[in-house]
């Protein structure tokens, strides 16, 4: 069984009416993981959200390759008429907190989920597809077994989006990138049985 059809959060979402949906056509609406093969579309949403703001990517291309090629199911695309729209791209971490190689490496028994990035595509934004694409990962996040704990870093403008859906700041992060400074937060996925067992986890 597939990880989509494992997990409902993953499902297609159908924002159309049944008469509206033209045959033959993408879904209105999907949530996926990405491949590698969608490196190039998440790097370009990427690049055009960060540049501006920071001067810097999270991931470079060949990371993004990288972690797509290593832990594709800690990815989520949101898809829109089968356009990239907005994702976000984790890995796996064994240790309290972040250090400079979180940034690189994916620890596969670890039990944290470090969120590299979420970004949104710029003619998307301010429609609240950030939050919701996050609260998805959540909710995936949930459903698999051996994840304890969604954890981040973000710089300080960021922190009342991220403490929103339910991350908490537990301090200066250790991690820094040229000038920049970062507040790491962190987000338990664990102690849900309930919501497994009625989810169809």
Known sequence: MSVLNAVPFLRQVHLRSPRQQRRHTLPA?????????????????????????????????????????????????????????????????????????????????????????????RTFRQQGKGSILLWRYLQYLRCLPFARRAVLMCEDFLVPFYSKCGFKAVGPCDVTVGPLAFIEMQCSVRGHAFMRRNSGC
């Open 29 to 121: 609406s999907e949530f996926r993981c990405l491949s590698p093969e969608d490196a190039v579309s998440v790097f370009e949403i990427e690049r055009e959200a960060f540049i501006s703001v920071s001067g810097d990517c999270p991931l470079h291309l060949d990371e993004v390759r990288h972690f797509l090629t290593l832990c594709p199911e800690l990815s989520l695309g949101w898809f829109e008429e089968g356009r990239l729209v907005a994702f976000i791209i984790g890995s796996l971490w064994d240790q309290d907190k972040l250090n400079q190689d979180a940034l690189t490496l994916h620890k596969p028994h670890g039990s944290s989920v470090h969120i590299h990035v979420l970004a949104v595509h």
